[in-house]
């Protein structure tokens, strides 16, 4: 008799997808696919759910007969809340636009001063602040990145939904 990670196994390989295709698919990590798979620990009655919904199976396909699964079901269900999942990236997403105001500020500041020195001193570049170039590119650079970490978040919030 196949064990449930066998099973899931078995499943994964008959569509031809790696253990990290299939828990983007049902929003777990590579190694939690890898710990039922070798049946470190099995998947609550959540991803039970998930993981029927994915491979369009009953439930009681990674059951086997006979197996008591009411204790996994009551501890995964207080284990897990509603809702969790999602947070973490949410609270990322909202400290990354922070940052991104925070940095754009500094990077509209640093190029005023910047700028209005260089047009003040005429062709020869002077900086009368102490600030030069370098450094405005520098929050460019800076603004550029947390941009790119806002915008990858919000695809992988719109892809969890």
Do not use: H
Not at 1 to 25: A, N, P, V, W
Not at 118 to 131: E, K, L, P, R
């Amino acid at each position: 008799m196949l064990s449930i990670g066998q099973r899931i196994r078995e499943l994964r390989r008959s569509k031809d997808i790696s253990q990290e295709e299939l828990g983007l698919e049902i929003g777990v990590s590579r190694q939690t696919v890898n710990k039922w798979e070798t049946d470190v620990t099995t998947p609550n009655i959540d991803n039970i759910k998930a993981l029927c919904g994915y491979f369009n199976v009953k439930a009681d396909y990674f059951i086997p007969v006979g197996t008591d699964i009411k204790g996994e079901i009551a501890l995964s269900s207080e284990k897990q809340k509603p809702g969790t999942k999602k947070t973490i990236p949410i609270i990322a997403l909202v400290l990354l636009s922070f940052a991104l105001i925070i940095a754009l500020v500094f990077t509209v500041g640093t190029g005023f001063i910047v700028f209005s020195d260089s047009y003040n001193a005429g062709i020869d570049y002077v900086s009368t602040s102490g600030i030069d170039r370098s450094e405005f590119y520098a929050c460019l650079a800076v603004s550029i990145v947390l941009l790119g970490g806002i915008i990858f978040s919000s695809v992988l919030l719109i892809k969890k939904k």
